[in-house]
């Protein structure tokens, strides 16, 4: 059997890609294989899992990020065994709230109508820590790779994320090494939240990443791959 650490998979959420995890893939990748892990047109959770292990070793860690941390709990309803460590940032794992899909519609809509900007330019602000909203030449990057994702991937994703399953069941059956991490101003997915899902695996520890929205990765850059590195037992 290989001694060598699993390759780590980066999984991006809604409308993101490899560049909310700049900061970690250039800190990261002098330790050991990571990748970005990419969905395509898949317009449901399972599919996006599907496709990350096809594409992946038969042995990996994951961390997800928003959608992302959804898709890693689909991996782990689907090939447990071959997940090495977990975690899991800024997300969720209950069904669809009240009035979630209404809202989601709206984007939608909003995006079909006056264009994929004016959709980032209403759902991304209140994704950030309120001090970094009004720092353009820190949203603009974000906005930029949001835009690019186009409205035809933000329908399938929001398809897939509004189709969800309940993943509270798995937290019980999820025994490899897990951080659940969010910042401390994440509106979308709160604290608290990540309290319950840290409470519900066995031995998951909790990173609160300070001054933070939901936009973790990019937001506290140093705080989430110094977090990243400890649950990989690293030392950059």
């Not at 959770?45 to 689909?74: F, K, N, Q, W, Y």
């Not at 071959?82 to 975690?87: D, N, T």
């Not at 109508?113 to 820590?129: F, K, S, T, Y």
Request: charged content about 25%; aromatic content about 4%.
């Amino acid at each position: 059997m290989s001694t060598e650490p699993a390759p780590l998979y980066l999984l991006p959420g809604l409308m993101c890609d490899g560049r909310i995890w700049t900061a970690q893939l250039a800190a990261l990748a002098a330790y050991r294989p990571v990748a970005v892990g990419g969905y395509a047109d898949a317009r449901s959770l399972v599919t996006m899992a599907r496709r990350v292990l096809a594409s992946a070793p038969d042995r990996i860690s994951l961390a997800g990020h928003s959608m992302g941390g959804r898709v890693a709990l689909e991996i782990m309803r689907l090939a447990p065994d071959r997940v090495e460590r977990l975690a899991l940032l800024d997300t969720g794992v209950h069904p669809v709230t009240e009035g979630e899909r209404e809202k989601r519609m709206a984007l939608l809509e909003l995006g079909r109508r006056e264009g994929m900007e004016a959709l980032v330019d209403a759902w991304l602000p209140p994704m950030l820590h309120p001090d970094r909203g009004r720092d353009s030449t820190f949203v603009e990057p974000l906005r930029e790779m949001c835009v690019s994702a186009g409205i035809e991937r933000y329908e399938g994703q929001m398809t897939a994320l509004l189709e969800r399953p309940d993943a509270r069941p798995l937290m019980s059956a999820i025994r490899c090494p897990t951080l659940v991490g969010v910042g401390s101003d994440d509106a979308w997915a709160p604290v608290d939240q990540h309290r319950e899902m840290a409470a519900g695996i066995a031995g998951a520890r909790l990173v609160i990443f300070e001054h933070a929205g939901h936009m973790a990765p990019v937001e506290a850059s140093e705080q989430v791959t110094a977090a990243l590195c400890d649950w990989l037992e690293l030392s950059p």
